[in-house]
């Protein structure tokens, strides 16, 4: 069993940047894979980065290239989220979460674990 929180979330301003945190606890960090999904209100959860393992792989939603950053420091169990550049309809609830494998890394389904999430807003 794995367990995940985040934190970082919070109120920005258009254009400004915010990094979120997510420590894991309960088995080895380093033989998962993790990622950064988001939920705003009344739509669906959608991927926004990937990691595999060991950092050497990362993943992105198109819309965030260039601007976000997902990393890990396997010896914190922690996995980051460096955004910038936020935009207000990137408001939303942001979750990390596990997986046992290192592929479908953009399929939240494929996901075994999730943290309860931290809020996002971003203000015009």
């Known amino acids: 069993q794995v367990q995940l929180v985040e934190s970082g979330g919070g109120l920005v301003q258009a254009g400004g940047s915010l990094r979120l945190s997510c420590v894991a606890s309960?088995?080895?960090?380093?033989?998962?894979?993790m990622g950064w999904f988001r939920q705003a209100p009344g739509k669906e959860r959608e991927f926004v980065a990937a990691?595999?393992?060991?950092?050497?792989?990362?993943y992105y939603a198109d819309s965030m290239k260039g601007r976000f950053t997902i990393s890990r420091d396997n010896a914190k169990n922690t996995v980051y989220l460096q955004m910038n550049s936020l935009k207000p309809e990137e408001t939303a609830v942001y979750y990390c979460?596990?997986?046992?494998?290192?592929?479908?890394?953009?399929?939240?389904?494929?996901?075994?674990?999730w943290g309860q999430g931290t809020q996002v807003t971003v203000s015009s």
């Open positions: 309960g088995r080895t960090f380093s033989s998962y894979a």
């Open positions: 979460a596990a997986r046992d494998y290192n592929d479908y890394l953009r399929h939240s389904q494929k996901y075994d674990y």
């Open positions: 990691i595999n393992w060991n950092g050497a792989n990362t």
